[in-house]
């Protein structure tokens, strides 16, 4: 067994380690307009149609394949402006997915949304620091122990499940594990890309030792 000096120090080489990457070169960057193919132009195109700008993290990404990239985009539709769960619960699952994937892009872009959803600084705090918020209200408690079981134990117990299904029924059940899902999805894409906050911005969040 490791000594608890030892230990220490292996947990801040592993965390160092682990933080050296959010500097790293960005891998995967935004594909200049004069390199695009017809196929991503047009899907380029129709995003910056929607959103008045020129693809950015993640979807600059999967303009590497136009049509992942423009089936991703229309379900980042249906979370902003469809989904049965409220602003305040969508943002809360977002932020939790960021911080279980220690994804910078993603947690700089929906933290001031989570704000003005309502979360408060000390709930977005705590969070961050990998800590379960204080006084949660019913629905984050529920909403809380279902992403954290989901993403860290891969699986969700009965008592949780019963919990989830009492409150949000069998739609808010999918859309807050979809979401999860689809924010995970967006993390793993841009951690492989490398994607950086943008601005040249200090990544927001400490890297946790694994």
């Given at each position: 067994m490791l000594g608890r000096h030892t230990a220490a120090c292996l947990?801040?080489?592993?965390?160092l380690s682990g933080a050296t990457h959010l500097y790293a070169q960005e891998r995967l960057p935004?594909?200049?307009?004069?390199r695009m193919t017809e196929a991503q132009k047009k899907?380029?195109?129709?995003?910056e149609k929607s959103r008045n700008s020129a693809p950015t993290g993640p979807f600059a990404v999967m303009l590497r394949v136009p049509e992942l990239m423009d089936l991703s985009f229309k379900w980042r539709q249906h979370v902003q402006s469809r989904n049965v769960l409220s602003q305040r619960q969508t943002e809360f699952i977002i932020l939790m997915t960021a911080r279980e994937w220690t994804q910078q892009y993603e947690w700089n872009a929906h933290y001031p949304a989570a704000i003005q959803a309502g979360l408060t600084t000390d709930l977005v705090t705590a969070i961050a620091e990998g800590r379960r918020p204080e006084r949660l209200d019913e629905e984050l408690a529920i909403l809380y122990?279902?992403?954290t079981e989901l993403q860290q134990r891969r699986s969700v117990s009965?008592?949780?499940y019963a919990?989830?299904?009492a409150k949000f029924g069998e739609p808010g059940i999918v859309e807050a594990t979809s979401m999860a899902g689809y924010y995970t999805m967006l993390a793993m894409v841009m951690n492989t890309a490398r994607t950086p906050v943008p601005g040249g911005a200090k990544p927001p969040l400490a890297a946790f030792p694994r």
């Amino acid at each position: 067994m490791l000594g608890r000096h030892t230990a220490a120090c292996l947990a801040v080489t592993v965390a160092l380690s682990g933080a050296t990457h959010l500097y790293a070169q960005e891998r995967l960057p935004p594909i200049p307009a004069d390199r695009m193919t017809e196929a991503q132009k047009k899907v380029a195109a129709d995003f910056e149609k929607s959103r008045n700008s020129a693809p950015t993290g993640p979807f600059a990404v999967m303009l590497r394949v136009p049509e992942l990239m423009d089936l991703s985009f229309k379900w980042r539709q249906h979370v902003q402006s469809r989904n049965v769960l409220s602003q305040r619960q969508t943002e809360f699952i977002i932020l939790m997915t960021a911080r279980e994937w220690t994804q910078q892009y993603e947690w700089n872009a929906h933290y001031p949304a989570a704000i003005q959803a309502g979360l408060t600084t000390d709930l977005v705090t705590a969070i961050a620091e990998g800590r379960r918020p204080e006084r949660l209200d019913e629905e984050l408690a529920i909403l809380y122990d279902l992403c954290t079981e989901l993403q860290q134990r891969r699986s969700v117990s009965d008592a949780t499940y019963a919990r989830a299904l009492a409150k949000f029924g069998e739609p808010g059940i999918v859309e807050a594990t979809s979401m999860a899902g689809y924010y995970t999805m967006l993390a793993m894409v841009m951690n492989t890309a490398r994607t950086p906050v943008p601005g040249g911005a200090k990544p927001p969040l400490a890297a946790f030792p694994r």
